[in-house]
Structure formats: structure tokens, C-alpha cells
């Protein structure tokens, strides 16, 4: 036993000199170690998810948030506009959208029922006649380009894109816009696509998911004053016709009116 301890011990003196040469050749065959992998990240990838994911948090507390609001619409076109936003508890909608048909001269009112999707015309000087609504399509259409205001999307299916983290979206925080309040996100499209989603803009929710602002090349909506309750239901604005719905351009002069309104203008001097 204590031959082999005595075998197991380091050389010394001049074995341990003999052996210098071996070991400073393993040495030098040895490879470099590798540098150890780097620990720091890059903060924006970081913020950039985790203002993603605060919207998609805010916007599915919109989904599921049932209340009735007033908004001031801002477009640059003249004096600010008054709409009336209501979201029921059963999951239908209606947005009253002043000067939203006819080059901005009649009133529309816009709503998913459980029978469908409707445009209502309301009186307006565009439109005397009492309130009346045709139906569009089903619950789950979409509003045809020609007839769409684009003012009630914020409140409806954009809503559905901001929380899909599958959409092409870039999100950042932002400065909510003047008079209004909330957490805000400046949200852009990262598709090629002609067909993008959803307008790209700032968009803002209180805490319980109400919606506060959105600002597109559209205009800018700020809520107006405390939301109230939501209906268990909302109702159209009147009774449902065969008629036609109003489209959101002005229509053009019929060949009567341009025929008389010519035969009204002042004829030119003739030059001798």
C-alpha cells in the first residue's frame, strides 16, 4: 500500500525537469479557449414586443368592452364632427356618423345586429326624409369600399387585426394627441401589400379597454366625455327598406339638372 501511494505522488527534482519539455509541447497544441458567448441583448426587439403586447392587451379588452361614447372627429375638412360610438354586450355594434354619405352632406348611421349589417340614412340636409336603413350583408361582412366612411372600423374589425400577432404590424409606444388620454401606440404596416389591414396611425385605450383616440390619414377621433353602459343590444335607426344605400361620395349632377343649370348661367358678351 505504501509502495503505491509513493508511485501515485508527482515527480520531483529531476524526473519533474525531464517531463518540462513534454508538457509545454502539449501546451502549446492545446486550442485557444472559446470566447465565452455574449450575454447582452438589444433593448429595442425588446420594447418593440413589449409594446405589441400591451396593444393586443388593450385592444381585446376593446373587444370585449361594452359601452356608449361620444367622439370628436377632427378630419381638416371644416368644423369637427360629433360621433356617437355604441357597443353592446351581445357583441353588436352602430356608429352615428354625421356628413359620413354624399360628399359629407347627409348623415349614416352604421350597425351589426344579429340580422345583419346595415347603413341607416339619417335626416340631414343631404337627406330630409325620416331615418331609414338597408340591409348590406351579414353580421360578419364588410362594409362595400363605396358606402365605407372608415370612421367605425377603429371600434369593429381593427380590433381583431391589433390582436392577431400573426398581422404584419410594427407597434411602438407614442405621445397621445392633443386632448387626449390613455396609453397610445404608433402602429405601421410591415406588408408590401396594396391591402394593408388597417390604417396606419396612432391608436390609444384606457386601462379598461376603452378606446380614447385614433389618429389616421383619416382624421383624428379623441374621445369626448366619460363612456357610458352599453345596451344589451344595439338597434338600428329606423325601419329596414328595399332602398339604396347612400354612397360616401357626392353623386354626380343628373343631365337635367346640368342642362338647366346651364341654361341659368349668364351668357358671356360677344366681342365685336
Request: hydrophobic residues 40%; glycine residues 10%; negative net charge.
Amino acid at each position: 500500500m505504501h509502495a503505491h501511494l509513493r508511485a501515485a505522488r508527482r515527480p520531483t527534482g529531476v524526473a519533474a525537469l525531464a517531463l518540462l519539455p513534454a508538457l509545454l509541447a502539449a501546451c502549446a497544441d492545446d486550442p485557444a479557449p472559446a470566447p465565452a458567448p455574449s450575454t447582452s441583448t438589444d433593448p429595442a426587439p425588446a420594447a418593440a414586443d413589449a409594446a405589441r403586447d400591451e396593444l393586443a392587451a388593450l385592444a381585446a379588452a376593446a373587444q370585449d368592452r361594452s359601452f356608449t361614447a361620444r367622439y370628436t372627429l377632427a378630419d381638416g375638412g371644416g368644423s369637427d364632427r360629433s360621433i356617437v360610438v355604441t357597443s353592446a354586450v351581445d357583441g353588436t355594434w352602430r356608429v352615428d356618423i354625421p356628413g359620413g354619405a354624399l360628399g359629407g352632406t347627409a348623415d349614416v348611421s352604421l350597425a351589426t345586429t344579429a340580422d345583419g349589417l346595415y347603413q341607416c340614412g339619417l335626416p340631414s340636409a343631404g337627406r330630409p326624409e325620416p331615418a331609414s336603413c338597408v340591409r348590406l350583408g351579414d353580421p360578419s361582412d364588410a362594409v362595400p369600399h363605396l358606402l365605407d366612411p372608415r370612421v367605425q372600423h377603429p371600434f369593429t374589425d381593427w380590433l381583431t387585426v391589433l390582436t392577431d400577432r400573426r398581422a404584419p404590424l410594427a407597434v411602438s409606444p407614442a405621445r397621445p394627441p392633443q386632448g387626449a388620454s390613455g396609453s397610445c401606440y404608433a402602429v405601421d404596416t410591415t406588408s408590401a401589400s396594396l391591402n394593408a389591414p388597417l390604417d396606419v396611425g396612432i391608436y390609444c385605450y384606457a386601462p379598461d379597454g376603452t378606446p380614447t383616440a385614433v389618429r389616421t390619414t383619416g382624421g383624428t377621433l379623441v374621445l369626448a366625455g366619460p363612456a357610458g353602459p352599453g345596451p344589451a343590444t344595439v338597434q338600428i335607426a329606423g325601419p329596414v327598406t328595399d332602398g339604396e344605400p347612400l354612397g360616401v361620395a357626392a353623386p354626380e349632377p343628373s343631365p337635367e339638372s346640368s342642362a338647366q343649370a346651364s341654361a341659368q348661367a349668364p351668357s358671356g358678351t360677344a366681342t365685336p
